[in-house]
């Protein structure tokens, strides 16, 4: 683990803890969650359902995204929530962590380009598992097959089968 991965106490580069985390989420309550197809919040949300995960939609401008009601705000969920995964700027990431554990979260999943290592030291103390700088859609189709169809080298080579 690096310096800062070690602070955190999650190693974003860890296979087995992402697996993990993949493994046991079933929720995702996706902040920011965009209703145009072209942004990425809908291209990743649109395939982690695709693969058995219930989406959440998390943005107060839209009724509906995905086929799913969309709610204001993450406190106003009415189920329960695995992750909580954050399209949004790391300014407003404080705030997100707060209303995470609120409703319950076991992860705060922070996307690619959003880091916030004040709030991820607080999610950690309240319990949460943190992974930040990462798209959930990439991790997915890296650990769970979906890259290596088109010839990307995942870099996740075993002669074991994941747990």
């Not at 690096?2 to 902040?31: F, K, N, Y």
């Not at 145009?36 to 949300?45: L, Q, T």
């Not at 998390?58 to 009601?69: A, F, I, K």
């Not at 992860?107 to 709030?119: M, S």
Request: a negative charge.
């Amino acid at each position: 683990m690096d310096g800062e991965a070690a602070v955190l106490g999650v190693a974003r580069d860890d296979i087995s803890t992402l697996r993990h985390i993949l493994q046991q989420t079933r929720t995702l309550a996706v902040v920011g969650l965009s209703a145009n197809w072209y942004r990425p919040s809908y291209f990743a949300a649109k395939y982690m359902q695709d693969h058995g995960y219930r989406i959440i939609p998390v943005n107060p401008g839209y009724d509906e995204v995905l086929g799913e009601r969309c709610y204001p705000d993450l406190a106003s969920i009415p189920e329960p929530v695995d992750m909580v995964d954050v399209f949004r700027r790391a300014e407003e990431a404080p705030a997100l962590v707060e209303q995470a554990a609120a409703i319950g979260a076991r992860t705060f999943w922070l996307q690619l380009g959003v880091v916030n290592d004040a709030a991820a030291r607080r999610a950690e103390v309240l319990g949460l598992q943190v992974v930040m700088d990462r798209c959930v859609k990439i991790e997915h189709a890296r650990l769970f097959g979906g890259l290596n169809w088109m010839g990307v080298n995942t870099g996740v080579i075993s002669a074991r089968r994941p747990l």
